[in-house]
């Protein structure tokens, strides 16, 4: 039984009896909340193991704590198992850090520190350290960067070991796998007060290699195993032996002797009769009286023995096992940036005027005297700029080539042509034979600006096709290139179409010219608007990595 000292005499964990403690015995809780108490933190440690002491430092004059404190275990396996357990538990709503006192704070920080990204808001402090604490020692509390008026979560986070071989274990085994149904992204973290440079570098990993006080401590990996194995020691009950619990120094916890009394031996108990069965008889003085002897059970048999005729069957073949399939990642653009946003908007921009000079300059044709023959040159000149560039941006380069991406952009086109025709002829376009090749070559003009781009980036990947033209959410810089100007034709056609009916009895007001102005005009406004979203992502992301 343990024999509990008042949390008031801690004082002496501190002070002029400091050398008293077990320091190894010792852990350090930081991060408290105002209202924890020294009892409150008794109640929660003891838990783990038995407690000698607890001690939470306060101020002599507003005799509030400093949000810290020391608890003292009886043993290091004690301490040890309290490290393991709490820490990181939240104590009203703040995770606690629980770490050895002795704990060389100077040489914790060797730069094996990661970043994690994309991180579902349902993912805590202690659901990250429990996950991360496999690959080695985590020397400060995983940090998960927070919104400061909400307090929810901005989806990263960054984790400190203590060597780098646990930070490229936990590289290697946690980036691109998914944490509460949210693929994570772990990198090395940026270092401050620079420029894109990360940690890890191979002048962190000598200074690293060649520090001595570098610790070597296990990470609580127990969980991979089973419990170790005793031998089978007849018990007086029957009840076989409970295996010790094990610690990360391998050592086992002493044996705590039995403390129930053994039953006096000359005490004589009054048999119950039952029917049916001899009764017991009285017991005489001097003598030692034994209940009859119970017949052991019969042994119940396993298996039926071979008969001495037949002949051993051999057993069925086994099928070899089946290689499991390989983990889903999801596919991502590769990153554009802000000036070859710019460039690749200048040469569609480039691309429509050459398109409206070759029609004026050398075939004297403009939209209102021939609509068919200018839509013509439009989507011929400005189909191959589209594919080219936007070809270079494919996702998954490993798998898909740039031939092949250019080959999505090309088939894209009469998919895209036949979508926007019956979108014009759904909402009214004429369907008589002197408008067909209009509305077949605005369809095909509209295709190059809404449907190729994301041909040749996305593929035929219908998630992301949705997520961008239902949904409106792009999620990298080459989506917005995508998003902003389809929805820009989009809509520039839809108020290109809104004069149509009045009676102003102009000749742009026939189909498909005003239609094609709007959806042009609509088109170069998004371009130029997608810049815009482009610098700002990329600002954003610049953020999240610092």
Not at 16 to 22: D, I
Not at 295 to 300: A, C, E, L, N, Y
Not at 503 to 515: A, G, K, Y
Request: hydrophobic share 40%.
């Amino acid at each position: 039984m343990t024999t509990r000292i008042a949390p008031g005499v801690g004082a002496n964990l501190l002070g002029q009896h400091a050398a008293e403690r077990n320091q190894d015995a010792t852990v350090y809780v930081g991060n408290l909340d105002p209202q924890i108490s020294e009892e409150l933190l008794w109640e929660l440690f003891v838990q783990a193991g038995p407690v000698v002491n607890v001690y939470v430092p306060k101020d002599r004059v507003t005799n509030e704590h400093q949000g810290y404190g020391f608890v003292e275990f009886r043993s290091e396996e004690d301490a040890d198992c309290a490290i393991k357990v709490l820490n990181m538990i939240k104590l009203n709503g703040k995770p606690i850090r629980v770490n050895k006192a002795s704990q060389d704070k100077n040489s914790l920080d060797v730069g094996a520190n990661l970043f994690i990204g994309n991180l579902d808001p349902d993912v805590d402090e202690k659901l990250l350290y429990d996950t991360f604490s496999a690959f080695g020692v985590i020397v400060t509390n995983p940090k998960i960067m927070r919104d400061p008026d909400t307090g929810n979560s901005r989806g990263f986070g960054f984790i400190s070991y203590d060597s780098f071989e646990a930070s490229d274990s936990a590289i290697e085994a946690m980036n691109a796998q998914y944490l509460c149904n949210r693929q994570i992204t772990v990198s090395y973290a940026y270092k401050k007060d620079t420029e894109g440079e990360r940690h890890g570098t191979p002048a962190e990993r000598v200074l690293a290699a060649s520090n001595p006080t570098t610790q070597k401590s296990r990470p609580h990996t127990l969980f991979a195993s089973g419990p170790p194995t005793l031998p089978s020691v007849p018990q007086a009950n029957g009840v076989a032996p409970v295996p010790p619990r094990p610690f990360a120094n391998g050592v086992a916890p002493p044996a705590i002797p039995a403390l129930r009394p053994q039953p006096p031996q000359a005490a004589a108990f009054q048999p119950m009769p039952v029917p049916g069965q001899p009764t017991w008889h009285q017991q005489q003085p001097g003598q030692t009286l034994l209940p009859p002897a119970m017949p052991p059970p019969p042994q119940v048999q396993q298996f039926r023995p071979a008969h001495p005729g037949m002949q051993q069957m051999p057993p069925p073949p086994q099928d070899p096992p089946r290689p499991l399939p390989p983990p889903t990642v999801e596919l991502q653009p590769p990153p554009i940036s802000a000036q070859e946003a710019l460039i690749v908007n200048a040469l569609c921009a480039l691309g429509l005027a050459f398109a409206f000079w070759i029609a004026n300059t050398v075939y004297s044709i403009e939209l209102v005297t021939h609509s068919s023959l200018t839509l013509f040159f439009i989507w011929i000149i400005e189909l191959p700029i589209v594919i080219l560039l936007y070809s270079r941006y494919r996702q998954n380069r490993k798998q898909c080539t740039y031939l092949r991406a250019v080959g999505r952009g090309v088939l894209g086109v009469p998919v895209g042509a036949l979508l926007n025709f019956l979108g014009a002829v759904a909402v009214g376009a004429p369907l008589t034979f002197q408008y067909l090749p209009k509305t077949v070559n605005w369809a095909l003009m509209m295709s190059v600006f809404t449907t190729i781009p994301a041909s040749c980036v996305l593929g035929s990947s219908w998630a992301d096709w949705r997520r961008i033209f239902a949904q409106t959410k792009p999620k990298g810089s080459i989506e917005y290139l995508i998003c902003l100007p389809a929805h820009g034709a989009v809509i520039g056609a839809w108020f290109g179409a809104w004069p149509m009916p009045l009676d102003w009895e102009r000749p742009w007001q026939e189909w498909p010219i005003s239609v094609s102005y709007g959806t042009i005009a609509g088109y170069l406004v998004a371009l130029v608007a997608s810049l815009g979203f482009v610098l700002a992502y990329g600002r954003s992301q610049h953020i999240k990595r610092e």
